[in-house]
């Protein structure tokens, strides 16, 4: 019970996580309107990998291993872009707070819009179909498939309901703070959990021998953090800290984080300095695309 | 924009295409390229160990209460044909991998962490049973029994390599040269299995005269120079800072060397090769003096040798009874003991003399009984497989 549990918080926990802060953006930042489609990319992307993740076990056709680990792989280093350009994006956006300037700068993004929504999707999409595998694994537990118990489909589904609890309470907890700590913290945060995202993306890949070095290990720690402990299962969710590195993981978490973590440091600081109260120009009154 | 949407679509179709028929699903009897696994927390229960090639559906049960995984091998246990993680408690996955004919290896790792628990599994190119040598109980035991000798004096390198060095860094010299043989007695008994990591053993077990051109001396025979210069000429003694980086580099790579040979299995042909093996070091490097060119502890390399070899042959020996061949065995055994008898005149104290204290006639003398060991010892493979 507890171990599908913590499967399903650990599966769940990342996306949870990165919808939450991209849904405290929008309403902290007023752009409500948006939100719908995040949800609308969010249930396409659940129901997407729920049906393959069915088709695939209950269908006449599986996915090969390499298949499987190259699709999530290959969606990771995406997922990686795409977070990355979210995080300058709302750094670049919370400048223009001021009503009409953020009229003109939507208006000019409809295509970030989009993106926003891809960002949504990938995260939920990313290990969507390794935990719909594991979802319908439970389920199918509960037929009559000999070990006819629904205890392991119960504990991965409160395990998948904490995730959302918790994504739900960062959300509340973001939308009380001021703008501009938020982003920063927010943005710092999302990179790390991107570089993991990456880290995870690259040992998929070497295992999948699509990548060298699955056996050079940077680092083995896991007889310090058991994997099957729930701050293994949360540090696993949050950050893909995985108790065994290898020493590409590691190269590309650095690589990653040290000039990114950075770049949005150095943006962030120069923003907040100048602390330019939002005075909406009554000048030049565009009309604003978005009906509010 | 677009280019990012192209990719995750070209993604989808790739995977379409990567599909992979799975097996008839129900009764798994019915078909034999299904296995059932069955996952326990300390065990791995593998329905067949021979399966014809071909699309195999691995149908992976926890019956404990840890999540576990579970892993299909290539046969160096390093290489990952296939895998399924996340099986919780009381839950069933399948594994479906697409396997050429040859050798992997099996394994479950319930709780996530370590190596997981492992068995040999072949996949054979026809549905042609391959005939049993000897008895497939007496062979698994000796394979057993000699993975854990490996192992354990792996074990025990480590332990004594971690003193040494800390000895060798702190300057403790006199202390350091008292272990030194010591601890390389567990190399020397397992040296073949430690020289089949080719990453490794240059590293480790290098001697100055064997370099390659450009190669950097590391390892035990380079700290072995440092602790006993006497006869070196014009030597530079090693200042602290490298002896730590000398003796760091050393630990690391027994650490790493230990890590694999924990996970490791053999063959009977492995044991009775790695046997020959053994003798061979002894008529080519401990014999003649080489090995322990500045210490002059070439004895203990030579015993230590002798014991792993004779711990790999009393392992295959029943084998060798049941095959018919207690001729061989007889002539081994005698031969066995006439070595050890002639060591035994070496011996002073827990240890030996210095090689520098052998007479030319006394070397010839043991050079004489290796190679009489030697010859029937290079029989033993052929006779056990």
């Given at each position: 019970m507890l171990a599908n549990y913590l499967i399903g918080l650990r599966e769940g926990l990342e996306a949870a996580l990165v919808v939450s802060i991209l849904v405290a953006y929008l309403v902290k930042s007023d752009r409500r309107h948006l939100l719908s489609r995040i949800w609308l990319g969010v249930a396409a992307a659940v129901l997407v990998s729920l049906g393959f993740g069915a088709l695939l076990t209950f269908g006449p056709r599986g996915l090969t291993f390499e298949a499987q680990e190259l699709i999530g792989g290959g969606l990771s280093i995406v997922a990686v872009g795409f977070v990355t350009w979210m995080v300058f994006w709302m750094a670049r956006t919370a400048?223009?707070?001021g009503g009409e300037l953020r009229g003109r700068i939507d208006a000019a993004s409809e295509g970030s819009a989009w993106g926003l929504v891809l960002v949504a999707v990938l995260a939920v999409g990313r290990e969507g179909l390794e935990t719909a595998l594991f979802l319908w694994a439970t389920s199918r537990a509960t037929s009559?498939?000999?070990?006819?118990?629904w205890t392991p489909l119960l504990g991965a589904v409160l395990g998948l309901a904490t995730a959302v609890v918790l994504g739900w309470l960062i959300y509340r907890g973001a939308i009380s703070i001021n703008l501009s700590t938020f982003f920063t913290w927010t943005g710092a945060f999302l990179v790390v959990v991107a570089a993991g995202v990456l880290a995870y993306g690259i040992h998929d890949l070497q295992e999948a021998r699509f990548?060298?070095?699955?056996?050079?290990?940077?680092?083995?720690?896991s007889h310090i953090v058991d994997p099957n402990t729930w701050y293994a299962a949360l540090l696993k969710g949050i950050?893909?800290?995985?108790p065994q590195t290898t020493v590409l993981q590691a190269i590309a978490w650095v690589a990653y984080v040290v000039p990114v973590l950075t770049l949005f440091l150095v943006g962030a600081r120069r923003r907040i300095?100048?602390?330019?109260?939002a005075s909406p120009s009554l000048a030049t009154t565009t009309p604003s695309k978005d009906a509010r | 924009m677009t280019l990012r949407h192209l990719t995750a679509v070209a993604l989808l179709v790739s995977a379409l295409a990567a599909c992979t028929s799975n097996s008839p699903?129900?009764?798994?009897?019915?078909?034999?390229?299904t296995i059932a696994v069955t996952s326990t927390d300390d065990g791995c229960e593998v329905s067949t160990a021979e399966v014809p090639e071909g699309a195999l559906t691995f149908k992976v049960k926890n019956a404990g209460t840890k999540v576990t995984e579970f892993y299909l091998l290539g046969e160096d246990g390093l290489r990952i044909v296939g895998e399924v993680e996340n099986?919780?408690?009381d839950l069933a996955r399948d594994l479906v991998v697409n396997v050429p004919a040859g050798s992997y290896t099996t394994a479950c790792k319930p709780g996530m962490v370590?190596?997981?628990i492992r068995a040999d599994f072949t996949v054979a190119t026809s549905k042609g049973s391959t005939v049993a040598a000897g008895d497939q109980a007496t062979v698994a035991q000796a394979e057993k029994n000699y993975a854990a000798y490996v192992k354990d004096q792996s074990d025990q390198l480590l332990t004594k390599t971690t003193t040494f060095v800390d000895l060798y860094e702190a300057g403790k010299d006199d202390e350091a040269r008292e272990l030194y043989a010591q601890a390389r007695v567990h190399w020397e008994r397992i040296e073949t299995v430690a020289e089949s990591f080719g990453d490794l053993d240059p590293k480790m077990d290098a001697r100055e005269a064997d370099l390659e051109p450009g190669q950097k001396w590391t390892g035990w025979h380079r700290i072995e120079k440092d602790l006993w210069?006497?006869?070196?000429?014009d030597y530079t003694p090693l200042t602290d800072a490298e002896r730590t980086t000398f003796g760091d580099d050393l630990l690391k790579n027994t650490k790493t060397l230990d890590s694999r040979i924990q996970k490791m299995s053999f063959t009977v042909d492995q044991i009775a090769n790695g046997s020959r093996g053994l003798l061979e070091e002894v008529a080519t490097g401990k014999v003649t003096g080489e090995?322990?060119?500045?210490?002059?502890?070439?004895l203990w390399d030579f015993q230590a040798n002798v014991d792993g070899a004779k711990v790999g042959y009393d392992g295959v020996r029943p084998i060798l009874m049941d095959n018919g061949n207690s001729a061989l065995a007889r002539q081994l055994d005698s031969r066995f003991a006439e070595l050890q008898d002639l060591l035994d005149e070496h011996k002073k104290g827990d240890g030996f003399v210095?090689?520098?204290?052998?007479?030319k006639d006394e070397v010839k003398e043991l050079s004489d009984a290796v190679n009489a060991l030697s010859e029937p010892l290079s029989k033993l493979t052929a006779a056990v497989v």
């Amino acid at each position: 019970m507890l171990a599908n549990y913590l499967i399903g918080l650990r599966e769940g926990l990342e996306a949870a996580l990165v919808v939450s802060i991209l849904v405290a953006y929008l309403v902290k930042s007023d752009r409500r309107h948006l939100l719908s489609r995040i949800w609308l990319g969010v249930a396409a992307a659940v129901l997407v990998s729920l049906g393959f993740g069915a088709l695939l076990t209950f269908g006449p056709r599986g996915l090969t291993f390499e298949a499987q680990e190259l699709i999530g792989g290959g969606l990771s280093i995406v997922a990686v872009g795409f977070v990355t350009w979210m995080v300058f994006w709302m750094a670049r956006t919370a400048r223009g707070l001021g009503g009409e300037l953020r009229g003109r700068i939507d208006a000019a993004s409809e295509g970030s819009a989009w993106g926003l929504v891809l960002v949504a999707v990938l995260a939920v999409g990313r290990e969507g179909l390794e935990t719909a595998l594991f979802l319908w694994a439970t389920s199918r537990a509960t037929s009559s498939d000999g070990g006819s118990t629904w205890t392991p489909l119960l504990g991965a589904v409160l395990g998948l309901a904490t995730a959302v609890v918790l994504g739900w309470l960062i959300y509340r907890g973001a939308i009380s703070i001021n703008l501009s700590t938020f982003f920063t913290w927010t943005g710092a945060f999302l990179v790390v959990v991107a570089a993991g995202v990456l880290a995870y993306g690259i040992h998929d890949l070497q295992e999948a021998r699509f990548l060298p070095g699955l056996h050079d290990l940077a680092f083995d720690v896991s007889h310090i953090v058991d994997p099957n402990t729930w701050y293994a299962a949360l540090l696993k969710g949050i950050f893909n800290f995985t108790p065994q590195t290898t020493v590409l993981q590691a190269i590309a978490w650095v690589a990653y984080v040290v000039p990114v973590l950075t770049l949005f440091l150095v943006g962030a600081r120069r923003r907040i300095r100048p602390a330019a109260p939002a005075s909406p120009s009554l000048a030049t009154t565009t009309p604003s695309k978005d009906a509010r | 924009m677009t280019l990012r949407h192209l990719t995750a679509v070209a993604l989808l179709v790739s995977a379409l295409a990567a599909c992979t028929s799975n097996s008839p699903s129900g009764d798994a009897k019915g078909d034999e390229r299904t296995i059932a696994v069955t996952s326990t927390d300390d065990g791995c229960e593998v329905s067949t160990a021979e399966v014809p090639e071909g699309a195999l559906t691995f149908k992976v049960k926890n019956a404990g209460t840890k999540v576990t995984e579970f892993y299909l091998l290539g046969e160096d246990g390093l290489r990952i044909v296939g895998e399924v993680e996340n099986i919780g408690p009381d839950l069933a996955r399948d594994l479906v991998v697409n396997v050429p004919a040859g050798s992997y290896t099996t394994a479950c790792k319930p709780g996530m962490v370590g190596e997981g628990i492992r068995a040999d599994f072949t996949v054979a190119t026809s549905k042609g049973s391959t005939v049993a040598a000897g008895d497939q109980a007496t062979v698994a035991q000796a394979e057993k029994n000699y993975a854990a000798y490996v192992k354990d004096q792996s074990d025990q390198l480590l332990t004594k390599t971690t003193t040494f060095v800390d000895l060798y860094e702190a300057g403790k010299d006199d202390e350091a040269r008292e272990l030194y043989a010591q601890a390389r007695v567990h190399w020397e008994r397992i040296e073949t299995v430690a020289e089949s990591f080719g990453d490794l053993d240059p590293k480790m077990d290098a001697r100055e005269a064997d370099l390659e051109p450009g190669q950097k001396w590391t390892g035990w025979h380079r700290i072995e120079k440092d602790l006993w210069p006497q006869e070196a000429k014009d030597y530079t003694p090693l200042t602290d800072a490298e002896r730590t980086t000398f003796g760091d580099d050393l630990l690391k790579n027994t650490k790493t060397l230990d890590s694999r040979i924990q996970k490791m299995s053999f063959t009977v042909d492995q044991i009775a090769n790695g046997s020959r093996g053994l003798l061979e070091e002894v008529a080519t490097g401990k014999v003649t003096g080489e090995e322990e060119a500045w210490s002059h502890t070439d004895l203990w390399d030579f015993q230590a040798n002798v014991d792993g070899a004779k711990v790999g042959y009393d392992g295959v020996r029943p084998i060798l009874m049941d095959n018919g061949n207690s001729a061989l065995a007889r002539q081994l055994d005698s031969r066995f003991a006439e070595l050890q008898d002639l060591l035994d005149e070496h011996k002073k104290g827990d240890g030996f003399v210095s090689y520098t204290d052998l007479s030319k006639d006394e070397v010839k003398e043991l050079s004489d009984a290796v190679n009489a060991l030697s010859e029937p010892l290079s029989k033993l493979t052929a006779a056990v497989v």
